[in-house]
C-alpha cells in the first residue's frame, strides 16, 4: 500500500509500476526529466497529449503546503508546472492552508506569508508565468465541490485505498476529498468546462490521484469503454436513456463515427471505431454532457516524478535540516550542507580512481541530475564518476558552486516577483 501519509521513502519503482498499473511515460515530452526518466510513470496522459496535439485548452495543477521552507525536492514539482504551461495550460496551484492548520496548527495568516515568501515568490523567479493561486480557506467552489465529492465515495473504498481503520481520524477522510476538489474545480463550467488537467505529483500522492479520477469517472453520464476493441458508451442513471443516447449518437455522427443503440441496455456501440478512437469520442461526449451535467469533468491525468533522495541518504525530511537544501538558504549555507552529504564514492582516493564511484546511488549526483537541464553535461558527470576520473571532494564542490549560483539568482529576483503578486493570487471567492 502506498501511504501519502507515511514518511517512507519510495525507491522501488519497478514494482510500483507492476503493483499500481501505474503506466510509463511514452516518448511524446521532450523534457529532461521525461528524457532521464525522472518521470517514471504517468496515469491519462494520454488526454494531456491528445489535448495539446489538438490544440486544445488544457489545465496544470499543483499545490502546496505552506507550513515550512521549499525545497530542492519539491521545486521539482513546480518545474513541471512551468513546462506544462510553456505548451499552453493553463496554471492553478492550491495554497493548502485548510490542511497546513489541521495537521500542523498554522494559523491562516502565518500560512499566507509562509506561502507568499517561501514558495509562490520563488516560483515566479523561477520562471511560473501569471496563473490562479488560490488559498483553500477562502475558496467556496473548492470547499462546496468537496462536499459533492464526498456522496461518491464511502468508508470500505477509503480503507481500502489509504488503509484507514476506525479509529483514523476523520482529517484522513476529508484531506483526500478535498484534494480532489481542488484537482476537479478546475473544470468547472465557470472556469473553462472540462479538460484534461495533468496534475504532477511525488509517487507518494498517488491514492490521492486514483481516488480523483475514480471520483470523476463516476460522476460522468456518458461512460466510454473499449470493448472487444471497439468503443462502446453506456448511459449513467435511472431515467429513460433515449434522449441522451439521441444526443450523443448525433454529435458522434458530426464527427464522423457512427453508432448503434441498445436502448435496454443503456448503451449505444460504435462500428467505425477502434481502442485509438477513445480518447477523442471521450473529449467529444464530455463537452456534450457538460450541458447537462454540472459535474462532468476529464478523468485528470497525473506524472510520477522519482523522490529526490536527502543529502543524509534517505527521504528529504524538513526535521533532519541538513537533508535537504531550502530555496532560502543562503549560498554558504547550501555549499555546507553539499559538503557533509554522504556519496556514492570510495572509501579512498586510491580505490575511487581504481574502481570508479557509484553515481547511482549518490545524492550529490542527483544535484546535478534533477537540477540541471543539460544532458551533456549531466553525463559527462555520470561517466566520470564511475570511470573513476572524478573525485567526491571536487565534485561536491562544483555541485555546490551550481547549487549556490541558482540560489543566488531566486534571491535575487524575490524582491521583483514579490511585486507582481497580483498577477498570480486570485481573490477570496465566496
Ligand atoms: S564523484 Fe560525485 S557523483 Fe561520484 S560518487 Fe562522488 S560525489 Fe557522487
Given at each position: ?254 464527427n464522423g463515427y457512427e453508432s448503434n443503440a441498445n436502448y435496454e441496455y443503456r448503451a449505444l456501440y460504435i462500428k ?159
Amino acid at each position: 500500500m502506498i501511504n501519502p501519509w507515511s514518511s517512507s521513502q519510495y525507491f522501488d519503482y519497478e514494482k510500483l509500476i507492476k503493483e499500481f498499473g501505474i503506466q510509463r511515460p511514452d516518448n511524446y515530452f521532450d523534457y529532461f526529466m521525461f528524457r532521464r526518466h525522472l518521470i517514471f510513470g504517468q496515469r491519462g496522459l494520454d488526454y494531456l497529449e491528445y489535448s495539446i496535439k489538438n490544440r486544445i485548452k488544457f489545465n496544470a495543477m499543483t499545490g502546496l503546503m505552506p507550513s515550512g521552507q521549499m525545497h530542492l525536492g519539491n521545486k521539482l514539482s513546480i518545474d513541471q508546472i512551468i513546462y506544462f504551461q510553456s505548451l499552453g495550460a493553463d496554471v492553478y496551484i492550491a495554497v493548502a492552508d485548510l490542511e497546513s492548520y489541521a495537521t500542523r496548527g498554522v494559523g491562516f495568516k502565518k500560512a499566507r506569508e509562509i506561502a507568499i515568501n517561501e514558495y509562490i515568490a520563488n516560483y515566479i523567479s523561477m520562471g511560473l508565468k501569471p496563473c490562479k493561486i488560490y488559498f483553500q480557506s477562502e475558496n467556496y467552489d473548492t470547499q462546496s465541490l468537496s462536499f459533492v465529492l464526498s456522496n461518491e465515495t464511502n468508508m470500505n473504498e477509503l480503507k481500502a485505498i489509504y488503509g484507514l481503520t476506525d479509529s483514523s481520524s476523520i482529517l484522513h477522510v476529508n484531506s483526500p476529498i478535498i484534494q480532489a476538489a481542488d484537482v476537479l474545480h478546475t473544470q468547472l463550467k465557470h472556469l473553462g468546462g472540462p479538460r484534461a488537467t495533468i496534475v504532477p505529483v511525488g509517487v507518494d500522492q498517488d491514492p490521492h490521484i486514483r481516488l480523483m479520477r475514480d471520483i470523476a469517472k463516476r460522476l460522468r453520464v456518458y461512460n466510454v469503454k473499449v470493448e472487444n476493441s471497439k468503443i462502446s458508451v453506456y448511459i449513467k442513471g435511472n431515467e429513460d436513456p433515449k434522449d441522451k443516447i439521441d444526443r450523443a449518437m448525433e454529435i458522434l455522427a458530426e464527427n464522423g463515427y457512427e453508432s448503434n443503440a441498445n436502448y435496454e441496455y443503456r448503451a449505444l456501440y460504435i462500428k467505425n471505431s477502434s481502442v485509438e478512437d477513445r480518447i477523442k469520442i471521450d473529449m467529444i461526449l464530455v463537452l456534450e454532457e457538460s450541458a447537462i451535467n454540472d459535474f462532468a469533468f476529464i478523468e485528470p491525468s497525473a506524472t510520477f516524478q522519482k523522490l529526490e533522495t536527502g543529502l543524509k541518504g534517505g527521504k528529504m525530511s524538513s526535521s533532519i535540516p541538513d537533508s535537504l537544501i531550502s530555496l532560502n538558504d543562503s549560498g554558504e549555507e547550501a555549499t555546507r550542507k553539499i559538503k557533509h552529504a554522504v556519496t556514492g564514492g570510495k572509501q579512498t582516493i586510491e580505490e575511487q580512481k581504481k574502481y570508479g564511484g557509484n553515481p547511482d546511488i549518490c545524492p550529490v549526483f542527483e544535484l546535478y541530475k534533477y537540477h540541471s537541464t543539460d544532458d551533456k553535461y549531466v553525463t559527462r558527470v555520470y561517466d566520470e564518476c564511475k570511470g573513476g576520473v572524478r573525485m567526491c571532494g571536487a565534485c561536491k564542490s562544483e555541485a555546490a558552486e551550481n547549487i549556490s549560483g541558482m540560489l543566488k539568482i531566486l534571491a535575487e529576483k524575490k524582491d521583483e516577483s514579490l511585486k507582481k503578486l497580483d498577477n498570480y493570487l486570485i481573490k477570496r471567492s465566496s
